[in-house]
């Protein structure tokens, strides 16, 4: 019975609640790096994936992966994570370095 009311509660909470909107345009944004680099990311929605790009590199595709909180980017060595305006990039040989979003 205690299962029955709790399980009706969650129900009823969760209904309450409207589900934010998917999001479905891409969202572009411009990274500036401690290492003097500047990254061009395109996060897209479907599939849930960013696309990475720095000057001098090759643009990598790079799935998403579990995050606790924010974001990450990850795959074949490269990785883009972090939360709000920070973020941290690490290419393949190379050290990770900082960055901030500026748009």
Do not use: K
């Amino acid at each position: 019975m205690r299962i029955a009311v709790v399980l009706a509660t969650l129900a009823l909470g969760a209904c309450q609640t409207p589900c934010p909107a998917q999001r479905t345009e891409p969202i572009h944004a411009t990274f500036e790096c401690e290492d003097g680099s500047d990254l061009r990311v395109t996060f897209q929605a479907q599939p849930d994936a960013a696309l990475v790009l720095q000057e001098g590199y090759t643009a990598v595709q790079l799935p998403a992966r579990g995050a606790g909180a924010g974001y990450r980017y990850a795959d074949n060595g490269a990785q883009l994570r972090g939360t709000g305006r920070d973020a941290r990039w690490t290419r393949p040989g190379a050290a990770e370095t900082v960055c901030e979003r500026t748009s």
